[in-house]
């Protein structure tokens, strides 16, 4: 039997939202059930740090994010993660692209259906805008990460 429940949260650069969603998701689960990761499905920003602003919103929270780097989502991820939540759309369609067969691709979620469940909601990219979008991401994936950590620990 798997010792640990693996949880990836993917965005598109793996540097603004899905590293938020990382840090959340750590904070709530009991590190010695749960492993998290996060990926990004483009690899533009390959070993570089979360955008400072994602950092600064974690911060203003108490969530050190600082040391996490980015990465590219791989089609071995799909085989070793048991939860795979994305944040868009778009992103949602390039992770079903890379999965091999249904097992896979039934473990990829969009994030905000834990919350609102039949609602077709994205978690938008902040990465173009101003500081006021990284805090509306942090307070839509800090309810978002409530709903997944609740789900996960009445299963």
Do not use: W
Not at 59 to 70: A, F, H, R
Not at 72 to 82: A, G, I, P, R
């Amino acid at each position: 039997m798997k010792e640990q429940t693996s949880i990836l949260m993917v965005c598109l650069g793996n540097i603004c939202r899905s590293p938020l969603a990382e840090g959340l998701m750590r904070s709530k689960l009991n590190f010695t059930k749960y492993t998290v990761d996060s990926a990004g499905t483009s690899g533009g920003h390959k070993g570089e740090a979360p955008d400072k602003r994602s950092i600064d919103v974690a911060k203003k929270y108490g969530l050190d994010i600082s040391q996490q780097l980015s990465r590219k989502l791989t089609v071995e991820d799909l085989e070793n993660f048991d939860y795979i939540y994305v944040m868009d759309r778009s992103n949602y369609n390039d992770v079903t692209d890379l999965a091999q067969n249904d097992e896979q691709r039934a473990k990829i979620k969009k994030i905000l259906e834990v919350p609102f469940p039949g609602d077709d909601l994205d978690v938008p990219d902040p990465y173009y805008g101003g500081d006021q979008g990284f805090e509306n991401v942090y307070k839509m994936l800090d309810q978002a990460t409530d709903a997944v950590a609740k789900k996960l620990e009445n299963n």
